[in-house]
C-alpha cells in the first residue's frame, strides 16, 4: 500500500478591487447576470460568467422549472451558450457568485459536481486551462485551473 494525497492551489483576495483588472470586470459581468437568475423554488440565485479568448464575455444565471430537475445552473447556461454562439473560440475563465435573494453569500458559493464536469470538458476542448472564480462578500477565490476544483476529473476518452 502507498499512501498518496492530492492538493488544491488557488488565490484568496478579500474584494473585488485586488483582483486584475480582467479578473474583476469579470466578476462584476457575474453579478449582473445573477439579477436574471430566475430561482423562486430555491431562493438562490447564481450568475455566471465566462470570457472567451476574443475577450467576449458571455453571462449565463440558474433558470428553475416547477418540473424539477428541469432548470440548470448558472455555469452551465454560460458556458453552454458560450459554446453555441461563439464555436471554437477557447474559454479562458468562469466566474460564479450566488445567495438567497439576489444577495451574496458571504464565502463564495461553489458549483456543483455537474457544473465542475462540464467547466472539465470545456477546458478539455480548448486545449488550455480554464481559471474558475468564486465570488464572496468576505472573500474571492481564484483557481487557475478546472483540475483544482475537480482533481480525478472523468474522462472518458
Known amino acids: 500500500m502507498q499512501y ?3 492538493d488544491i492551489h488557488y488565490t484568496e483576495y478579500s474584494s473585488l478591487g485586488e483582483l486584475p483588472e480582467r479578473d474583476r470586470i469579470l466578476c462584476e459581468e457575474a453579478i449582473k447576470a445573477q439579477k436574471s437568475s430566475y430561482a423562486p423554488y430555491s431562493k438562490f440565485n447564481v450568475g455566471a460568467a465566462v ?4 475577450g ?4 449565463g444565471s440558474n433558470q428553475e422549472n416547477a418540473a424539477s430537475p428541469s432548470g440548470l445552473c448558472a455555469e452551465r447556461t454560460a458556458l453552454f451558450a458560450a459554446g453555441v454562439l461563439h464555436p471554437g473560440v477557447p474559454m479562458l475563465s468562469l466566474a460564479i457568485v450566488g445567495g438567497p435573494d439576489y444577495g451574496m453569500c458571504s464565502s463564495p458559493a461553489t458549483p456543483c459536481g455537474g ?20 465570488i464572496g462578500k468576505d472573500a474571492i477565490w481564484k483557481f487557475d485551473s478546472v483540475d483544482d476544483v475537480l482533481p480525478l476529473i472523468f474522462d472518458s476518452i
Open 4 to 6: 498518496k494525497r492530492l
Open 51 to 54: 470570457l472567451l479568448e476574443d
Open 56 to 59: 467576449t464575455i458571455v453571462r
Open 115 to 134: 457544473c465542475r464536469q462540464v467547466m472539465a470538458e470545456y477546458q478539455k476542448i480548448s486545449k488550455r486551462p480554464l481559471s474558475i472564480i468564486m
